[in-house]
């Protein structure tokens, strides 16, 4: 079945500055790739996502890139402010590809701002 | 629209008991998924429905249940509860179940077994 891993579990950066969280999957037939976020006490909410066809994809301040030779998907949000605190999640469909596959999330990453 | 609602929204339990939840789909939604989350696992897969059949089922012991009703809303059961059940239990629903759907979610049940 199909293995998402991300990374960091943990990431601090100060209010202004970049970050970048990265997953990787292990079957290359996956061909979709959703964001969600997941202040705290709330309940996840998809942010972006990504198909295989491209290789980009860009909503304001957030960003998703895909590499699919080397099967790992990466979350980009530049400018980063106090509301971006939050706990990402990255995901792909789990084999075989039927409409109706469930998604395979990670493990989440704790992403903290620092004003 | 109305979004997803679960009930409870807390549940304290104690081991070898059982308990059911509920959660409600978004009006016109037909899938209804159900995902444990816990710090250390993130969000893992339960099941889902649609059309008041499973589809899907993860990787979870038997204790774990579910079912789908005419109107969408759903209800998943766990016997027999054991200490390593605590977690904040979320269901989310989507049209059809396509994976490539935007899945909306509860706003969870957190269970505590004591």
């Known amino acids: 079945g199909e293995n998402v891993e991300q990374h960091p579990s943990t990431l601090s950066v100060q209010e202004g500055d970049s970050a970048v969280i990265k997953c990787t999957y292990s079957?290359?037939?996956?061909?979709?790739f959703p964001w969600y976020k997941q202040e705290l006490g709330k309940r996840p909410q998809l942010i972006i996502d990504?198909?295989?066809?491209?290789g980009e994809k860009k909503d304001q301040r957030i960003a998703v890139t895909l590499n699919k030779t080397a099967k790992h998907f990466s979350l980009h949000i530049t400018e980063t402010q106090p509301e971006d605190s939050a706990v990402y999640f990255c995901a792909a469909p789990r084999p075989p590809y039927s409409g109706n596959t469930p998604l395979v999330f990670g493990k989440g990453t704790r992403l903290s701002v620092i004003a | 629209k109305a979004g997803v609602t679960q009930t409870p929204r807390y549940l304290i339990k104690t081991r070898g008991q059982q308990v059911t939840l509920s959660c409600s789909p978004i009006s016109g939604h037909r899938s209804v998924s159900w995902y444990q989350q816990t710090p250390g696992q993130g969000l893992q897969f339960l099941f889902e429905y649609f059309s008041e059949t499973q589809r899907n089922k993860g990787n979870f012991p038997g204790r774990f249940s579910g079912r789908q009703f005419s109107n969408s809303r759903s209800e998943m059961n766990v016997s027999t509860l054991e200490l390593g059940d605590s977690a904040l239990y979320l269901c989310?629903?989507?049209?059809?179940?396509?994976?490539?759907?935007?899945?909306?979610f509860g706003p969870g049940t957190r269970l505590l077994v004591l």
């Open positions: 990504i198909r295989s066809n491209v």
């Open positions: 079957d290359s037939a996956s061909n979709y």
């Open positions: 989310a629903s989507s049209f059809s179940g396509s994976y490539q759907e935007t899945q909306y």
